[in-house]
């Protein structure tokens, strides 16, 4: 009976645990991860759980905060469709919503730029000031691009043009569904007089690549939205 009820009170204690804790648990682990390696951020996941069989990711109070800007989500999911097959396209195929293999859910959006750390380093470099904005900006060397741009580049043997190889996130995820209820677009901090801010109640969003009509260019991002 003592071996019963131990095993019936380890199995309560388990599913409580799975139920109410797990995904804290490994958003509080997945938080000490990011900001080990990540730097010059912070980052905070409340929760965060997966289910492999739906390919669903669930998460809730997502923060990411650094000099210039900080992303907020009060909750969302992300559904990848993983066992649709992988179909190589060719670069002139013009995905469709028939092909959507990623659905992203937001609840609570918010997007906030507040600073331009790196053009006020550019311009303190450029008069001489005292670095203040925490960091040092790091220029690009001119002497190592001047000797690049003297090199002669060569002729390559063949006539003909190889193909260039297609991305892979383009073929894996061609496009992109996103559900977005209650965000908002914030432009400005308390230093300045006035503030754009774009707020909205729900959005629907679909983003795509397709091929671009300037030679020069590779794709053209789509972005639709209601």
């Known amino acids: 009976i003592i071996w019963l009820l131990a095993a019936a009170v380890l199995a309560c204690g388990w599913v409580l645990y799975l139920t109410y804790y797990n995904s804290r648990v490994l958003g509080f682990i997945l938080t000490r991860i990011l900001n080990r390696f990540v730097k010059n951020c912070h980052i905070n996941v409340g929760s965060f759980s997966v289910s492999v069989l739906s390919g ?9 905060i650094d000099y210039d ?9 992300a559904i990848f469709r993983w066992w649709r097959p992988y179909i190589p396209r060719e670069s002139k195929y013009d995905p469709t919503p028939m092909d959507t293999r990623l659905n992203l859910y937001l609840n609570g959006f918010e997007y906030h730029i ?4 790196d053009v006020y380093g550019k311009l303190e470099k450029a008069f001489g000031l005292d670095q203040t904005m925490g960091f040092e900006y790091d220029p690009p060397d001119d002497n190592k691009q001047g000797d690049r741009g003297s090199e002669t580049p060569e002729t390559p043997a063949t006539s003909e043009e190889e193909p260039e190889n297609e991305p892979i996130w383009r073929d894996l995820i ?3 569904k996103a559900d977005i209820y209650t965000g908002r677009i914030v432009f400005g901090k308390r230093l300045i007089p006035s503030t754009l801010c774009v707020s909205w109640e729900e959005a629907k969003l679909e983003y795509t690549t397709k091929c671009a009509h300037n030679p020069l260019d590779k794709y053209t991002h789509f972005i639709k939205a209601e």
Request: proline share 4%; net charge positive.
């Open 56 to 64: 669903k990711v669930m998460f809730r109070d997502v923060h990411y």
């Open 69 to 77: 800007r900080s992303i907020r989500v009060q909750d969302g999911t």
């Open 114 to 117: 507040y600073n331009r750390s």
């Open 174 to 176: 061609p496009f992109i």
